[in-house]
């Protein structure tokens, strides 16, 4: 009895330690509350359009612009500058109030490399919902990925893969977003 009593120590401690290994993906999440956000800009003259700065993960901005009852969502302190910035979905459409970040870790940090957002559309009365996955990079983020979430029950789980395994090497410059229908099949002219 007295020689399991260590080895249980040992492999709980073991335990403990593995989420901590390099190259470790999860997904943190915050709020994108544009109430809480701080209003930067507002034209209601010009069809409502407005610009929030938001509070993302360890405070990273998060820059939403509203214009023509559709919603663009950029990062960082470049925010206005990145392909993001001009990025939307062609329907009318609002955003979700949550954030998710996909996170590696590294040196002991977590650092992140996309994020997934729900849009919510309306296209003359059809109404959906889609997954956006965004690059988020040093010098640009974009949009890598639209997901049919509508009828979709593996559209997050489908999101995250696509992040994790797209994102960090995604050209933003010379590539348009990939499209994924209900069924998780990547669209044609994608």
């Given amino acids: 009895m007295r020689r399991i009593a260590p080895l249980v120590f040992s492999l709980a401690a ?12 999860s997904s943190l999440y915050t709020p994108l509350d544009l109430g809480k956000c701080q209003l930067v ?6 069809g409502g359009s407005a610009v929030w700065d938001c509070k993302g993960y360890k405070g990273m901005r998060v820059r939403v612009a509203e214009g023509d009852l559709r919603f663009f969502v950029s990062f960082g302190p470049n925010a206005e500058k990145q392909t993001a910035a001009s990025q939307t979905l062609a329907p009318f459409n609002t955003i979700h109030k949550t954030l998710e970040w996909r996170v590696e870790r590294k040196g002991g940090e977590w650092v992140p490399f996309a994020t997934i957002l729900r849009y919510f559309w309306d296209s003359d009365g059809r109404k959906g919902q889609t997954l956006v996955v965004t690059k ?18 593996r559209a997050n789980r489908q999101a995250r893969r696509i992040a994790d395994r797209q994102a960090r090497g995604y050209d933003c410059r010379n590539t348009q977003a990939m499209r994924f229908g209900p069924g998780g099949e990547r669209l044609p002219g994608n």
């Fill in 136 to 153: 988020l990079g040093a010098d640009d983020a974009c949009q890598v990925a639209h997901i049919a979430a509508s009828g979709n029950p």
């Fill in 41 to 46: 800009e507002s034209n209601p003259d010009e």
């Fill in 14 to 25: 073991a335990a403990i330690t593995l989420p901590a290994q390099a190259g470790q993906i």
